[in-house]
T-cell receptor, first 111, second 117 residues
């Protein structure tokens, strides 16, 4: 079945550091891929998405490219801020539109 | 943007009682709603898929008689945890899929923290 694997963290970075959170997937076909973010005490929010191979999703300085050849959708940001501290979830959409999530990666950005 | 609410945000109940959690799409009609369960430091696990006017589809291992789902309208789905036990304590999250072309976008509620004593 479909599955998502992402680095578990926690990841601790200094402000303005470069961020990469790895995400790989196993799926039949080419599902849409997503990154969701969960800030402390809040619900999940869609950060970005990509619906087909080579698509690049981007939002708030974050980027991820749908790589079919490596079955990956790594999240990157060139310069993180303290306000980016949150838990990040990689997910893929199954045929019934439900989401299959990775385990989440906790990010802490220190001043 | 699309907003999904959940009520209550947190609930504490005694073992053996039933608890109802509501999920509402506030500014759009949700053809499909999903219920997830999130354990501490673990990912969200899909419990069931709920389509308006039809029976919910439960994931393997989820007891449909224990977790009753009703999707009575295009803006409301409810999850009732019947005869709750301490092992049912968890964070329950719903999401709603809008039908206006953005079929691959889900909007999540803020979650409900259930504690069963």
């Amino acid at each position: 079945g479909n599955s998502v694997t992402q680095m578990e963290g926690p990841v601790t970075l200094s402000e303005e550091a470069f961020l990469t959170i790895n995400c790989t997937y196993t799926a039949t076909g080419y599902p849409s891929l997503f990154w969701y973010v969960q800030y402390p005490g809040e619900g999940l929010q869609l950060l970005l998405k990509a619906t087909k191979a080579d698509d690049k999703g981007s939002n708030k300085g974050f980027e991820a490219t749908y790589r079919k050849e490596t079955t990956s959708f790594h999240l990157e940001k060139g310069s993180v801020q303290v306000s980016d501290s949150a838990v990040y979830f990689c997910a893929l959409m199954n045929s019934g539109y439900a989401l299959n999530f990775g385990k989440g990666t906790s990010l802490l950005v220190t001043p | 943007g699309a907003v999904v609410s959940q009520h209550p945000s947190r609930v504490i109940c005694k073992s053996g009682t039933s608890v109802k959690i509501e999920c509402r799409s506030l500014d759009f009609q949700a053809t499909t709603m999903f219920w997830y369960r999130q354990f501490p430091k673990k990912s969200l696990m899909l419990m069931a898929t709920s389509n308006e006017g039809s029976k919910a589809t439960y994931e393997q291992g989820v007891e449909k008689d224990k977790f009753l789902i009703n999707h009575a309208s295009l803006t409301l789905s409810t999850l009732t945890v019947t005869s709750a036990h301490p092992e049912d304590s968890s964070f329950y999250i719903c999401s709603a899929r809008g039908g206006r072309g953005t079929t691959d976008t889900q909007y999540f509620g803020p979650g409900t923290r259930l504690t069963v004593l």
